[in-house]
C-alpha cells in the first residue's frame, strides 16, 4: 500500500498562541511542486503526544542520525531540555505534516506473536520505492516557523533515533481496477466475487495525492452509496433489505 510521502515535525512556540482553538487542518501550503505542508493541532489536551517528539535532527541512517541527535543536545542542552517538559505543549504547538506527491509504499506482513496466539501486523519498506524517513524542505520550513516565532522545531522520536519513516495516511491495498486481475473493487467500489461487499475508505485510492486525502476518501464514500439503488416504497421487503445493504456498506 502506499503513503502519503510524509514526515511530521513540530514547532514548539515560546507560549500560547491560541492555535489549539482552531480545527484540526486549519491550513496549508504548497512549498514546491512535490511538497504540501499542512498545519495541525490538536486541541489544549494533547500534551502526552509530546513524548513523540524531540529536537530536530537531520536526514542519515539508523547509525548516524542519533549521533546527530546527541550532537544538538550537546550544543544546546537547554533547548533539549524544555522538550522533556510536556506539560502545556499542546497549547504552545504547530504540527507540521509534510507530504509529497511520490510514489511511495509500504507492505503490511502477517507475523506471528512472540507470546500467546494468533498474528500481528508489521511493516516493510518497499524496496524500490521506499517512504521518506527525512524530507529536507520539511525540516527547513520547521526551521523557518521556529525562527520567525522564537520557537523549537522538532522531529519525531521514531525519524530522529531510528530512521524509522511516520505516516499518518495509509492509501491504497484494495484498489480500483478494470477486473479482478487488475485490482480489488471495481469502479462503484464494490469487491469483486463478492455480494453487497463494498470498500469506502482510503483502501481505494489507487494513487498518492499528495494531499490530506480526507475529502478524497469522502468523495468516494459519497459515490459508492449513490450506486446504491433507492428503495421502492411499493416493495417492502426490498426496502428493509436495502436499509441493511446500505448500514452494512456505510
Not at 33 to 48: R, S
Amino acid at each position: 500500500m502506499r503513503t502519503n510521502s510524509e514526515s511530521i515535525l513540530t514547532v514548539r512556540l515560546p507560549r500560547d498562541r491560541n492555535t489549539w482553538s482552531d480545527v484540526t487542518a486549519s491550513s496549508s501550503v504548497h512549498v514546491n511542486q512535490d511538497t504540501h505542508i499542512e498545519f495541525l493541532t490538536y486541541g489544549p489536551n494533547a500534551d502526552f503526544v509530546s513524548l513523540l517528539y524531540t529536537v530536530l535532527v537531520g536526514g542519515g541512517n539508523r547509525l548516524t542520525r542519533p549521533l546527530k541527535w546527541m550532537g544538538t543536545i550537546a550544543l544546546h542542552p537547554l533547548r533539549w531540555l524544555q522538550t522533556l517538559w510536556p506539560v502545556g505543549w499542546s497549547r504552545r504547538m504547530v504540527m507540521l505534516l509534510v507530504m509529497q506527491a511520490l510514489d511511495n509504499a509500504i507492505a503490511l506482513r502477517a507475523r506471528k506473536r512472540w507470546f500467546g496466539r494468533g498474528y500481528r501486523l508489521t511493516t516493510e519498506q518497499n524496496r524500490d520505492k521506499p517512504s521518506p524517513t527525512y524530507i529536507d524542505i520539511g525540516n527547513q520550513a520547521a526551521q523557518w516557523l521556529a525562527q520567525q516565532t522564537g520557537g523549537i522545531a522538532q522531529s519525531n522520536v521514531l525519524e530522529a533515533l531510528g530512521n524509522i519513516p511516520t505516516t499518518a495516511h495509509l492509501v491504497g491495498g484494495a484498489v480500483i481496477g478494470a477486473d479482478i486481475a487488475s485490482g480489488v473493487i471495481d469502479r462503484h467500489l464494490r469487491v469483486f466475487g463478492y455480494s453487497n461487499l463494498l470498500v469506502c475508505d482510503g483502501a481505494a485510492m489507487p494513487a498518492n495525492p499528495g494531499v490530506n486525502p480526507a475529502l478524497t476518501i469522502t468523495a468516494l464514500a459519497e459515490y459508492a452509496m449513490e450506486q446504491i439503488p433507492a428503495a421502492s416504497p411499493a416493495a417492502p421487503h426490498a426496502a428493509s433489505g436495502a436499509r441493511r445493504y446500505r448500514s452494512r456498506s456505510a
